[in-house]
């Protein structure tokens, strides 16, 4: 049978004719039939899980890649590379390490963390995977000109060959091969030379150096200022209509529980810039203010209203202390009107946080602009109740109004700045809506109000219009029952009309923006610089794996110099490749994507991703958005592997319980045949 990895088995279905053979046969191979199916089938799940685990580890090399160029620095401050007497030890797991080769030169081997090998000897770099022995003949690279190998993080690694000992003879694929003589380390702006590897009593291990970036990424103009913002003395509200509630608890536990969770999220969203300011204006001023209102219902109609102050503590936030404030004024207000009245019926309830005037500092583009207008716009409405004796009609007036105004709002379709030149409209001069009621109850009244509301900083424009259609709603009810002393009502119609004002906005000149997916600033170091590269050599998943010309290097062929027609692949394909000196040149400074990995992407995985360069040599915001798609599939590929898994466990499960079955039925036909023979006998 095939190995187990390899999926494929020799199995064959064949139709079973029970008149051809024996029952005991028969049954027997009925279980073997079964047991070959069921063997296909575990074979297949095998390979399926095991294809994904070969994707999950070529994501997590790719999530590697991504968190080097997410958050490597752009240049070395100090070394990081360390020499100890003949090993040299690198970034991100990587090293080198040199031993004599018995034949005046050195021999050296380049690791990963993996334990992956490059081997380097008789003039061949041999990939070598971690536990295993290869044929050098079948995977070495020959050494014959300058090679640069770009390991994942970046790192060059350039070996300068010297002469070769015999000239390449394309005739028969002889000769060609070099020594490497000294080995150049580059990562950025670091970097280390190793010389004289071919003379095993004059190589020279190099300290590595940091030098200076060459050129270092300055923005030549200013992105953002600052700018003062004034801000209005304002009210932070809230009234509610409570239908001659005759629970105490109504005033702390529903209305000023309300207030705070109401006021919290504005007050948090406010910047710390922002938020410090008023903090620092209520100390100056000595403390602030709160108003609390009650109307009462009981027997006569009578208000109950006061106001306390209260005064930051030292090291209290913003939000801390507001939270105190309304927390202390509730418990009060609730024990000063329980001592005045006694029974209660409450009709309403108005809170009024006062917030002084204060200024702070935004921060906005530095760049041009210019002030624009956007006209005014009124909305009317009018709806008939028919005499409904409902005060919820009310509110549900409102509610149809305040959809007519966000349709309305929706439409002018309000850029970012535009919004936050109405939002500034609405803190400065505020809005006013005017409601009319028709009443029918007894004798025609007519009920008209004009209620106006001032936007909130740090509240969305959406919010204030919610708040100013439940408030206006729930003080024209109480205005008509309890101010008016109504009591019951018919209502005929109602209307509302308003206009959302005309405002001023700031427009800016788009801030310049820095050249897509630029590169990092060239911080190569001049060991680099100076020396070119050769044939660029890519890691394709270890030290054990390289990518040459978008190929693995294994399956490197060239045309045959002696007969066009035909192929050269294996090791004399890789000496016909690297035979002629070139003088490529890399200049990365972020780890890349090797072919292999962007066919994965595109073709397997289906991701796509930001490649500015065309060549997977990605920028680090461009590897950081990609990141987020290979957590992603690296997720579903472990979930899917853990079904698979299930799905192993129960095809194994039915494969052993068949041959138990087997067993069992031969066992029983065998043990009926030795019954017959011994009463035969």
Do not use: C
């Not at 066992?667 to 023979?677: N, T």
């Amino acid at each position: 049978m095939n190995n187990v990895n390899g999926v494929s088995t020799t199995n064959d279905i064949k139709t079973l004719n029970p008149a051809d053979m024996s029952q005991q046969d028969f049954i027997a191979a009925v279980y073997l039939e079964r047991g070959e199916m069921l063997d296909s089938e575990v074979r297949r799940i095998i390979g399926e899980i095991d294809k994904s685990n070969q994707y999950i580890d070529t994501i997590n090399k790719l999530i590697g890649k991504a968190n080097v160029a997410e958050y490597g620095s752009t240049h070395y401050s100090s070394t990081t590379w360390q020499v100890k007497g003949k090993n040299v030890v690198l970034d991100n797991g990587y090293g080198l390490n040199f031993q004599p080769d018995g034949k005046g030169g050195n021999t050296f081997t380049l690791l990963d963390g993996d334990g992956n090998q490059l081997i380097y000897q008789n003039q061949t770099l041999i990939p070598v995977p971690a536990g295993a022995t290869v044929d050098a003949l079948e995977v070495g690279i020959p050494v014959m000109n300058d090679m640069t190998y770009i390991l994942n993080d970046g790192t060059e690694i350039t070996f300068k060959a010297g002469a070769p000992d015999k000239a390449f003879n394309s005739s028969d694929f002889s000769g060609g091969m070099a020594d490497i003589t000294s080995i150049i380390i580059t990562r950025d702006n670091q970097g280390m030379k190793i010389s004289d590897v071919n003379v095993a009593g004059s190589m020279s291990i190099g300290a590595p150096t940091i030098e200076t970036p060459t050129d270092p990424a300055v923005s030549s103009q200013p992105t953002t200022t600052t700018q003062t913002v004034n801000v209005p003395a304002n009210t932070l509200p809230m009234y509610e209509h409570y239908d001659e509630n005759e629970n105490y608890d109504t005033i702390d536990v529903v209305h000023g529980e309300r207030v705070f969770s109401k006021w919290e999220g504005v007050i948090q969203s406010k910047s710390p810039a922002e938020q410090a300011a008023i903090l620092g204006k209520i100390k100056s001023d000595g403390g602030l203010s709160i108003y609390w209102e009650l109307g009462d219902a009981d027997n006569t109609n009578e208000r109950y209203y006061k106001t306390f102050d209260y005064e930051p503590y030292a090291n209290e936030t913003l939000s801390q202390f507001m939270g105190r404030v309304v927390n202390s004024s509730k418990t009060d207000f609730r024990n000063y009107v329980h001592a005045e009245e006694g029974d209660i019926e409450i009709e309403y309830i108005q809170t009024d946080i006062n917030f002084p005037a204060y200024s702070y500092q935004e921060v906005i583009p530095g760049t041009s602009k210019t002030t624009k207008q956007v006209s005014s716009s009124s909305i009317n409405e009018s709806r008939n109740f028919y005499e409904s004796e409902n005060y919820g009609s009310i509110k549900a007036f409102t509610d149809d109004y305040l959809l007519k105004l966000k349709s309305d709002l929706t439409n002018k379709d309000l850029s970012d700045e535009q919004m936050k030149g109405l939002e500034k409209e609405l803190q400065t001069n505020g809005y006013t809506i005017n409601l009319n009621l028709e009443d029918t109850d007894g004798e025609d009244n007519s009920y008209g109000r004009n209620y106006s509301y001032k936007l909130v900083p740090g509240e969305s424009v959406d919010e204030f219009f919610e708040r100013v259609m439940d408030q206006s709603a729930a003080k024209l009810r109480s205005w008509i029952n309890y101010h008016m002393d109504e009591g019951e009502i018919n209502i005929e119609s109602m209307s509302a009309s308003s206009t959302i004002p005309g405002f001023s906005y700031d427009q800016y000149a788009p801030v310049p923006q820095a050249a897509p997916n630029a590169a990092r600033p060239n911080n190569r170091h001049s060991l680099d610089v100076n020396n070119h590269d050769g044939h660029i050599l890519y890691e394709a998943g270890g030290m054990h794996q390289w990518e040459y010309d978008g190929r693995g290097t294994q399956a490197i062929s060239k045309a045959n110099p002696n007969d066009s027609s035909n192929q050269v692949s294996g090791f004399f394909g890789r000496k016909l490749a690297f035979s002629q000196a070139i003088n490529d040149e890399f200049s990365g400074t972020t780890p890349f994507m090797t072919q292999k990995e962007k066919e994965l992407l595109s073709n397997i995985l289906r991701i796509t991703y930001p490649d500015a360069s065309g060549s997977g040599r990605l920028t680090p915001e461009e590897w950081v958005t990609l990141k987020k798609s290979l957590i992603n599939a690296r997720d579903n590929l472990n979930g899917n592997s853990q079904i698979q898994t299930v799905q192993l466990q129960r095809a194994m499960q039915t494969y052993n319980q068949n041959f138990e079955a087997m067993s069992n039925a031969q066992q029983k036909i065998y043990s009926l045949l030795r019954d017959i023979i011994s009463n035969v006998k």
